[in-house]
């Protein structure tokens, strides 16, 4: 698939934002992050922040952006009309959840559940994101079981790097949380190696045999390009990058994405303030570029079935 970079930076800055969001809703009802109404102004903002930048790049993509408002009358059947569903019904819980945290000061009833909510409603938000890829049966790189667990553990493994940094810069630097980010890095790791495996080791099941429906005449050759020119469905789906490029890109993912954002992380457990912020502040740059890349992969290491016609 051709890699569009409005999706790729939108799936980037929307899953860090949600991620964010999520992690704080839960953190402060179960006392993972403090509940310094300043850092819950930092936090939201933040991530509100992080959601309208990545929404604002999703915009590129659209040929019609005035029409966009009629996908959410399909969410009974699109992934897509049901991700700006609960894109939008996220923002009912979440004001209530910062205006008792951040305005009023206060914990209690009406604040644990309003974060919970706000938590359920972010990762349901980021698995209809995911959803829209893995339900096409026409891409087997996406058509399985690893994208959905992927695309929320880099929410979460974003979200709490970035959480780790504001909690450094506000001066609430907690231990716990970024052991949390640690193991957020390392989950989310585990996970996309093993879906490079799946897509390495799953063979494809369509042939041009089957795309033309002459298979049971024998082996289909293909004499003459279907187009005399190029045209949407090339432009589109028929991206391919070498082997040995996508190799490069994966160790780059990897090394940015998860390893050395774990070794800086594990550097801001020192109490030298001055290295504390330098390395978490490294972290999430370092992170977000790796990400960046992890997403342009996604959609160049994706195989469309209507190539076969080509």
Same mark, same amino acid.
């Given at each position: 698939m051709h890699p569009?970079?409005?999706?790729?930076?939108?799936?980037?800055?929307?899953?860090?934002?949600?991620?964010?969001? !999520?992690?704080l809703g839960a953190g402060v009802v179960f006392r993972f992050v403090p509940d310094h109404a300043g850092f819950g102004m930092y936090g939201v903002v933040t991530a509100?922040?992080?959601?309208?930048? !990545?929404?604002?790049?999703?915009?590129?993509? $659209?040929?019609? *952006?005035?029409? +966009?408002?009629?996908?959410?009358?399909?969410?009974?059947?699109?992934?897509?009309?049901?991700e700006g569903v609960f894109a939008i019904l996220t923002f009912f819980p979440l004001m209530l959840f910062a205006y008792e945290w951040v305005v009023m000061e206060r914990q209690g009833l009406i604040q644990n559940i309003a974060g919970i909510v706000t938590t359920v409603f972010c990762l349901a938000t980021v698995f209809t994101t995911a959803m829209i890829y893995a339900s096409?049966?026409?891409? %087997?790189?996406?058509?399985?079981?690893?994208?959905? *667990?992927?695309?929320?553990?880099?929410?979460?493994?974003?979200? +709490?790097?970035?959480?780790?940094?504001? $909690? %450094?810069?506000?001066?609430h630097y907690q231990v716990w949380t970024t052991g949390f980010a640690c193991m957020a890095i390392i989950g989310a790791g585990l996970l996309k190696i093993k879906y490079w495996s799946h897509i390495d080791n799953t063979p494809l099941t369509g042939s041009t045999e089957s795309a033309t429906g002459l298979g049971r005449f024998g082996k289909v050759q293909l004499l003459q390009s279907p187009h005399t020119q190029q045209n949407y469905l090339m432009q589109e789906m028929g991206y391919e990058v070498a082997?040995?490029?996508? +190799?490069?890109?994966?160790?780059?993912?990897?090394?940015?994405?998860?390893?050395? *954002?774990?070794?800086?992380?594990? $550097?801001?457990?020192?109490?030298? *303030?001055?290295?504390?912020?330098?390395?978490?502040?490294?972290?999430?740059?370092?992170?977000?570029? !790796?990400? $960046?890349?992890?997403?342009?992969?996604?959609? %160049?290491? +994706?195989?469309?079935?209507v190539m076969l016609y080509y």
């Open positions: 569009a970079f409005s999706v790729i930076f939108f799936t980037t800055l929307t899953g860090a934002g949600y991620g964010l969001l !999520g992690l509100l922040v992080l959601i309208s930048s !990545g929404l604002l790049f999703s915009t590129f993509h $659209l040929g019609r *952006p005035e029409r +966009a408002w009629r996908a959410f009358s399909q969410w009974r059947s699109s992934w897509l009309s049901r096409l049966k026409t891409i %087997a790189a996406w058509n399985n079981q690893w994208v959905a *667990p992927v695309y929320i553990s880099f929410a979460l493994m974003s979200g +709490a790097t970035i959480c780790v940094a504001l $909690l %450094a810069w506000s001066g082997r040995r490029h996508s +190799a490069k890109l994966r160790r780059l993912v990897v090394n940015l994405g998860f390893i050395t *954002p774990l070794v800086l992380l594990a $550097l801001s457990f020192t109490e030298i *303030p001055v290295l504390r912020l330098a390395s978490v502040t490294i972290a999430v740059t370092v992170m977000l570029f !790796g990400i $960046l890349i992890e997403r342009w992969l996604f959609f %160049a290491e +994706a195989k469309h079935t």
